[in-house]
């Protein structure tokens, strides 16, 4: 059951993190990280490890798609994202007897979308500009991008805790 939980859930989640990111230019489509972010943390919580890795690489595949100029950055990124929400949720514990801890996924989020967006922005304003012209380099944008990137995860981490523990847990508990 977990397989076909974690490709419905790829499935689905990989949509929705394509219409609300792919169809939208950078760096507008970047404040909108927020969904992401809560969709690759319910996966983890949902599916276990390895849900938000195969969520990433799914939205990062759908979204090099949409934005083949881009590719294999988005998919890089994309995946690697879900990768470090796995490997950070896995290492500091963020479930507990069932429970997702609040404070453990916000730290988790946050410090998955500060890498990742510092990742991406060194990528595509720093090393390579002219490739990624879509994206502006001017200093006010680029901070105001990696702090909101930053508290959305911390949003999005707490989100997802809430949704876990209020709602979802009933359902999918049974996979601890």
Do not use: E
Request: hydrophobic share 55%; charged share 10%; with cysteine.
């Amino acid at each position: 059951m977990v397989n076909s939980r974690r490709i419905a859930l790829g499935a689905i989640f990989g949509v929705l993190i394509l219409v609300t990111n792919g169809f939208i230019p950078a760096p507008t489509s970047d404040f909108l990280i927020v969904v992401q972010s809560l969709l690759l943390a319910l996966s983890y919580l949902v599916v276990g490890r390895g849900g938000a890795s195969y969520v990433g690489f799914v939205s990062g595949a759908l979204i090099t798609v949409v934005k083949l100029a881009f590719f294999p950055v988005d998919l890089a990124f994309a995946t690697l994202f879900g990768v470090l929400v796995d490997v950070l949720a896995s290492q500091l514990r963020v479930v507990q007897d069932g429970r997702a801890r609040t404070s453990r996924l916000v730290a988790c989020m946050m410090i998955s979308t500060g890498v990742v967006g510092v990742g991406a922005f060194y990528v595509s304003v720093v090393a390579f500009p002219s490739s990624f012209t879509a994206v502006p380099h001017d200093p006010v944008t680029d901070v105001t991008i990696l702090v909101f990137g930053v508290l959305s995860g911390a949003v999005a981490g707490a989100i997802a805790a809430r949704l876990w523990n209020r709602n979802l847990m009933a359902r999918f508990y049974n996979r601890y």
